[in-house]
């Protein structure tokens, strides 16, 4: 079993940053990926960013030059910063994490808004 602790949310004004964290705890797992997805009001679930075992990471265009992906490999726990943030960037916020062999993980959500 696997267990994700998801911590930063909050609210912020535009053009502030926040910092998400994510970390994997339980048995032992071996992870190839983790990320972040988002889903705002009304809307679909989408992704915001993936960091994968060789280090390469991928971006939603709507972040790309203002969120950036890390990976503490020591600690099964990922980041997301986020800079310059905007109104439409409010959502919650889900830590995703791929494990060889067994599966997808999801965390709990955490709220970020962003006020004008």
């Known amino acids: 079993q696997v267990h994700l602790a998801e911590s930063g949310g909050g609210l912020v004004q535009a053009g502030g940053s926040l910092r998400l964290s994510c970390a994997a705890s339980g048995s032992r797992f071996s992870i190839s990926a983790m990320g972040w997805y988002r889903q705002a009001p009304g809307k679909e679930r989408e992704l915001v960013a993936r960091?994968?075992?060789?280090?390469?990471?991928i971006y939603a265009d709507s972040v790309k030059g203002r969120f950036t992906i890390s990976r503490d490999n020591a600690k099964n726990t990922v980041y997301l910063q986020m800079n310059s943030l905007k109104p439409e960037d409010t959502a919650v916020y889900y830590c995703?994490?791929?494990?060889?062999?067994?599966?997808?993980?999801w965390g709990q959500g955490t709220q970020v808004t962003v006020s004008s």
């Open positions: 995703w994490l791929l494990i060889t062999g067994a599966g997808v993980y």
């Open positions: 960091t994968f075992s060789d280090g390469s990471t």
